[in-house]
């Protein structure tokens, strides 16, 4: 127990008293000198005066709030500073002391706060439980689709297979991959990812099996590759399907021989390295078109992962809001600690097109904003409700031109159905109730990829 307060008989009446009832107490008179013993006392509970010289106790609390301090705030005012009590109460403390005030109701009052304390540990122990039945890794989810994933990765984590992970941007590819590597027996050694999007092509080949010095102009040195540096442990080669086709022969070699030759040399060097690919196109269709090579996609696909993107797992909504709500309280030392019930309403009704990626910004924008301790529909971005006006959702409320309103829509659905059939023009036109060749038509004229 910290009591603040500027009245010295005050703070030695407190601290006999709650020293009677069984707590460690301090005693200040300040906040600033209440902040020094924060660290190393770290009191369950603070009882400041709202009234003093210098930071008041409605800036304390806030400061409180701001460094993470779990401590339960009661703030003491005297009648004319009611208000300013209760402004207090609104920036995060718990409850508040008329004074003067009776020994009785001190004691009341912290027992209040004893058992309220007491039933906020056992939901986060409850709430810790839960997240570790619903958990894989870093990846969340009780619904029925993330469950399913959840047991095929645990099937094969202790194999050498590779695996091909399916799924749209922000469906969390590299968290499983991360994920199988440490349930893995190479959890020891290293994992490195590639984004193969994200390599210039001419670099690439140096990138991943290194150089040789002299190979080219700036090789001023022997340079090992990332499958050398992955020696032993894994390597994810996320956007796979980025990878031109002159490396993927050279990654097919890698695949069936278990060496790399760097660029300029003239020998083969082993490596043990077990591969995990992503990616969010269709192979099999890039395979159909020319851009892919059959036998690599059969090399990369021996056990093929589809991440369901949020929307088909919505139940998991609340675990991950809670999730998000935890770490960046954490981070940022709020304490925000839910969401209204028609912010939820909104959240769940929300197609989430960046997924839990999108998920987890909005949540971390919404946490800085909030003034509240549940999150509200002010603290959500207003695209959200917009989104119930397809119109505003993709030109603003000030359009009312049908033909460009028409061509954003059509562009939007077939994206969507491309994105549904994981890139399956055949299966998209279905959907989409046109033909074959519409389809590829407008796939052209869109400039979809």
Known sequence: MLVVDDEENLRLVLRTLLARAGYEVRAVANAEAALVEL????PDFVLADVRMDGMNGIELTRELLRRGSLATVIVMSAYGSLDLALEAMKAGAYDYL??????????LVLKKAEEREALRRENRALRASLRKEAQFGEMMGKSEPMQRVFRTLEKVAGYTTTVLLQGASGTGKELVARAIHRLSPRAGKAFVAINCGAIPEALMESELFGHKRGAFTDASSDKRGLFEEAHQGTVFLDEIGELPLALQVKLLRVLQESTVRRLGDTKDTRVDVRVIAATVRDLASEVQEGRFREDLYYRLNVLQ?????????TGDLPLLIDHFLEKYNTRLGTKVVGVAPDALKLLMRYAFPGNVRGLENMIERAVVLAEKATLTL???????????DPVALTLGTGELSIKRTTRVIEE???????EQTRGNRTAAARLLEISHRALLYKIKEYGIG
């Open 39 to 42: 660290p190393a006392f770290d």
């Open 98 to 107: 008329a004074k003067p005030f009776k020994h009785d109701e001190v004691l």
């Open 305 to 313: 992962v589809s991440l369901p993107p949020l929307r088909e797992r």
């Open 378 to 388: 002010d603290d959500l971005p207003e695209r959200l409700s917009e989104d119930r």
């Open 412 to 418: 939007t659905l077939i994206r969507r159905a491309l």
